[in-house]
């Protein structure tokens, strides 16, 4: 009877026992969730801003590739604008040349006097008729001629070797070291 009496005048011990024992499963149980949640924060936290590097070092990359691409875009249409005027001032001095000779070789013929005398030489005749054979006129139209197919095979010489040395200009980007602009 004593353990009865004990249960019916402390009665109340027991729902509190209950309710401490309840209350500290749930404090564990709350402080294991919050070190979770914390863990987890941590997590996302590290992961976004792992994630904003990720970004800021793809933009980076991105404006650095922009900036090496514009720099080959100039470099190759400087290089491709030196070989234009050298090829240009070839070009020219070589149809200078032509010129210059065509000049030469008429003022030569004009300076013949074999060639303009009344006297039929030998060599006066084999001259008219040679350049009359060949260009279907006289010595002069015969020059005028040569002049313009040999400035037409500069031409073609020239534009081949323009052609051939753009192609050969390398267009790839070249690869720059860190700190060497």
């Known amino acids: 009877m004593t353990e009865l009496s004990l249960l ?100 030569q013929l004009a300076a013949r006097t074999d060639l303009s005398s009344a006297n039929l030489a030998p060599v006066s005749l084999s001259s008219d008729a040679t350049c009359r054979a060949y260009g279907g006129g006289s010595c002069d139209d015969l020059l005028a001629k040569l002049a313009i197919a040999e400035r037409q095979a500069w031409n073609l010489v020239a534009l081949r070797r323009w052609a051939a040395d753009q192609a050969a200009v390398k267009v790839e980007p070249v690869p720059v070291s860190p700190g060497s602009d």
Do not use: C, G
Not at 55 to 79: F, G, I, M, P
């Open 8 to 107: 019916r005048r402390y009665w109340w011990a027991i729902p509190i026992v209950i309710l401490l024992a309840a209350n500290a499963i749930l404090f564990l149980t709350l402080n294991a969730r919050t070190a979770d949640r914390d863990e987890w924060r941590d997590r996302a936290t590290a992961e976004a801003k792992a994630h904003q590097q990720t970004v800021s070092n793809y933009r980076a990359a991105t404006a650095e590739a922009k900036r090496q691409a514009q720099a080959n875009v100039a470099r190759v249409k400087a290089e491709q604008a030196q070989i234009t005027e050298r090829t240009k001032s070839d070009y020219q001095a070589r149809l200078a040349d032509v010129d210059a000779r065509y000049e030469r070789v008429r003022a």
